[in-house]
C-alpha cells in the first residue's frame, strides 16, 4: 500500500493523519475495499474532510473502478499495539500466531517505541527466514504514525512443564453465555446492495441475541405481513411498514422494518422464502409480547448467498465464584443431634425445590420471569438456599405488582435474567430440579436457559416424593413469592 499512500499524498498534502493499510479488489465489479486509519486525536479532522478524501481516492484509482472506505481511529496504547500484533500473525501466519503469549511480549512507547517478541527457537528461526519482523515494523510504523523497532527473541521451551500440563487430569467443563471469542459468527458470501449501503459486518447467530443493542443478523425471511398506518405528521399522508420473521437456523426473531416515506417501494425485497439477507439494526423489547423476548427493528438489509456453516456449541466456561446472586447457607435446630427423634427425610437425594415467578399471575399467560426461589437437600437435610428478585424487560402491570407485594424499585434494582440464571445454575448444578408442577416451572427456566446456552438440568416431579394432597396443605396461604414456596415443599421432604 506504500504506492497507493503516496499518490493519496501527492492529491491532498494536508491529509498526513490518514494512512490506507490493506485493499481488498472484487474484479466482478470491479470494486475496491479500501481500509484506513487515521489517528484518534485527527478525527474531527478526518469527518470533516471525508468527502475531499473520498474526491482523492477516486482520483487515484482507475476511472471505472468503484470503491468502498472502511476506517478506524488509531491510538498508540500497549493494549492497541498487542492487538494489532495478534491481528497480523493470525493473517499471515497460524503459527506464529499460536506461539505469542501477551505476558512474553514487551512494548514500549513513547518518542522511540519498541516491540520485543519472546517466541521459541524454530518459530523465531521461521520469523527471520519469512522476514516477518520486518513485514511487522511496516505495518505497525503505518498503523500507528511512528517508526517502531521490532526485535523477536529466542527462548528455550520448558518440556518438562509442557508434559506436566498435557498429562494434568482435565476438570469437568461448566456453561456460560459469555465467550465472545470463540468466533459464533456467520459470514455470507455475494452482497447484492438492497436497502442502505452493503452491510459487510458478519452477523452474529440469532440465538445470541439475549439483550437490547445495535447488531448484524443473517437469515432467510418468512410469514411477511406488509401493513398500513397514517403519519402522525402529515395526516393524508399513508405509510407502509413490514413484520417478518428471520431464521438462520440457530433461531428466529420477530422483526420490524419502516422505510421512509421516499423509499416505500423497497418493501418489495421483503417477501416469504425470499433470497437470504444480511441485516442491520437494532435489538429491543417487544412491548406487543410482553414477555420479555426481542424483536428486530431493521435499518438497512442486503441480499447475500445461503451461507453454509455449522452451529457451533462449543461448551462456555462461566467465573468460578458467584456474580450477581449468592446462596445463603441454612440451618435448622431440627436437623441437629438434639433431635434424635425426628422423622427420617422422605428422600435422601441431592435435590434442588425451585419455585419461579412470573410477571403475571395468569398461569396459561405467565409473561416474563421476575423471581426464583430454591431450596438445596442433600442427605436429607436442607444446605442452601438461594432467592433472587429478576429485572424484567417490560413493564409490569400495577394490580400484578401490588398483588405481590413488589416495589418497581425492588424490580429496577435486581439483575437481569442473563446476570442471575447462570449463578441459579451454579446453584443446582449436579441436582435433580424438582418442582410443583414440574412441566411449568420447567418450561419458565428453559427459554432462560436456551438463550444462555446452559444445558437443561436433571429434572423430576415433586409428586414422586411427597403426595399431592400433603403438599397442598403445605402451601403457604399469605404469600406468592418463590422462596416461601420451596421452602415450603423442602421442609416436607426433609421431615423438618
Same mark, same amino acid.
Given at each position: ?11 491532498? =498534502? ?24 487515521? #489517528? ?42 498487542? #492487538? ?35 517466541? =521459541?527457537? /524454530? ?82 447467530? $440469532?440465538?445470541?441475541?439475549? @439483550? ?22 402529515? #395526516?393524508?399522508? $399513508? ?126 399467560? =405467565? ?29 409490569? @402491570? ?13 424490580? /429496577? /434494582? ?42 437443561? =438440568? ?39
Amino acid at each position: 500500500m506504500n504506492d497507493f499512500n503516496e499518490k493519496f499524498i501527492k492529491e491532498l =498534502p494536508d491529509v498526513t493523519y490518514l494512512r490506507f493499510i490493506s485493499a481488498k479488489v472484487d474484479s466482478s465489479k470491479p470494486k475496491v475495499f479500501l481500509r484506513a486509519v487515521y #489517528k484518534k486525536e485527527c478525527e474531527e479532522k478526518y469527518l470533516n474532510a471525508k468527502s475531499e478524501i473520498l474526491s482523492a481516492i477516486a482520483k487515484v484509482l482507475p476511472p471505472a473502478v468503484s470503491f468502498e472506505l472502511n476506517a478506524t481511529p488509531s491510538e498508540l496504547t500497549k493494549g492497541e499495539i498487542v #492487538k494489532s500484533i495478534l491481528d497480523f500473525f493470525g493473517k499471515m501466519s497460524s503459527l506464529v500466531s499460536s506461539a505469542i503469549e501477551k505476558e512474553s511480549t514487551a512494548i514500549t512507547i513513547g518518542e522511540n517505541p519498541a516491540v520485543i517478541i519472546n517466541l =521459541p527457537e /524454530n518459530i523465531a528461526e521461521y520469523v527471520d527466514d519469512e522476514g516477518l519482523d520486518v513485514a511487522l515494523k511496516t505495518f505497525l510504523d503505518t498503523r500507528f504514525f511512528n517508526s517502531f523497532s521490532v526485535s523477536i527473541k529466542r527462548f528455550e521451551e520448558n518440556e518438562d512443564e509442557i508434559r506436566r500440563i498435557l498429562q494434568a487430569n482435565s476438570f469437568r467443563p461448566k456453561y456460560s453465555y459469555e465467550r465472545p471469542e470463540e468466533g459464533r459468527v456467520i459470514k455470507p458470501t455475494g452482497r447484492v446492495k438492497m436497502y442502505g449501503d452493503v452491510i459487510n459486518a458478519n452477523a452474529v447467530y $440469532i440465538c445470541d441475541c439475549i @439483550k437490547p443493542q445495535f447488531t448484524v443478523l443473517y437469515g432467510q425471511v418468512s410469514d411477511v405481513k406488509i401493513r398500513e398506518y397514517e403519519s402522525k405528521k402529515d #395526516k393524508d399522508v $399513508i405509510r407502509k411498514f413490514a413484520t417478518f420473521t428471520l431464521d438462520d437456523g440457530t433461531g428466529k426473531i420477530r422483526c420490524v422494518f419502516f422505510p421512509p416515506q421516499k423509499n416505500q417501494d423497497c418493501l418489495k425485497f421483503l417477501e416469504d422464502n425470499s433470497p437470504y439477507m444480511i441485516m442491520d439494526g437494532h435489538l429491543d423489547y417487544d412491548e406487543r409480547a410482553g414477555d420479555g423476548s426481542l424483536q428486530f427493528r431493521v435499518r438497512h438489509f442486503t441480499g447475500c448467498e445461503k451461507a453454509e456453516y455449522e452451529i457451533n456449541n462449543v461448551v462456555r466456561l462461566v467465573d468460578d465464584e458467584y456474580r450477581y446472586v449468592k446462596p445463603s447457607s441454612y440451618t435448622v435446630l431440627s436437623q441437629t443431634s438434639f433431635y434424635n427423634n425426628s422423622e427420617q427425610p422422605l428422600t435422601k437425594e441431592k435435590l434442588v425445590v425451585f419455585s419461579v415467578l412470573t410477571t403475571s399471575l395468569n398461569k396459561y399467560a =405467565p409473561g416474563e420471569l421476575i423471581e426464583i426461589g430454591a431450596v438445596k437437600l442433600d442427605d436429607g437435610k436442607i444446605i442452601e438456599t438461594f432467592s433472587t428478585l429478576v429485572r424484567p424487560g417490560v413493564e409490569m @402491570k400495577e394490580d400484578a405488582r401490588l398483588a405481590l407485594g413488589l416495589l418497581t424499585s425492588e424490580l /429496577n /434494582n435486581s439483575p437481569t435474567f442473563d446476570q442471575a440464571v447462570p449463578d441459579f445454575f451454579k446453584f443446582f448444578d449436579g441436582y435433580t430440579l424438582t418442582a410443583l408442577p414440574i412441566d411449568w416451572h420447567i418450561g419458565i427456566l428453559r427459554q432462560y436457559l436456551e438463550k444462555l446456552h446452559i444445558p437443561l =438440568p436433571r429434572v423430576a416431579e415433586l409428586t414422586s416424593f411427597v403426595e399431592a394432597s400433603t403438599l397442598r396443605s403445605v402451601r403457604p396461604k399469605n404469600t406468592y413469592r418463590s422462596l416461601a414456596f420451596a421452602e415450603a415443599y423442602a421442609k416436607i421432604l426433609a421431615s423438618v
